[in-house]
């Protein structure tokens, strides 16, 4: 039911996930699992294919709490994205920038004088 030709990477994580469509016609990312390994029992969402073969996603909930047919337990991808925390560089101020820093027009706004005439 599910293959490794619709993995892709996380932006953010680089993990391998799977893009899953919800009944509000809203994408999720769902972590993909090798298909001979076992779903994480964690899951909270149900997975199957739809007639066009779309990969489609449910919530187990109360009233359906069971997998039903060909579903397989998933875990949302938003729960266990590992979002690398680089650390940030922040650049230091030129001297140039932090005297005009007090400045109330940008930079690139010229004193041009005026003249009138009658």
């Known amino acids: 039911m599910l293959s490794e030709y619709d993995v892709v990477a996380c932006r953010r994580c680089r993990a391998p996930i799977w893009w899953a469509v919800t009944a509000a016609k809203h994408r999720q990312a769902v972590n993909a699992v090798p298909v001979d390994a076992e779903p994480d029992p964690a899951g909270r969402l149900a997975l199957y294919r739809d007639d066009t073969?779309?990969?489609?996603?449910?919530?187990?909930?109360k009233e359906r709490a069971e997998l039903e047919h060909a579903e397989v337990r998933g875990m949302a991808h938003a729960a266990t994205c590992g979002r690398p925390t680089a650390p940030v560089a922040v650049a230091e101020p030129e001297p140039e920038a932090a005297a005009s820093a007090g400045r109330l027009v940008p930079d690139y706004i010229v004193d041009i004088p005026i003249r009138w005439h009658r």
Do not use: A, M, Q
């Open 53 to 61: 073969g779309r990969l489609r996603v449910r919530t187990l909930t």
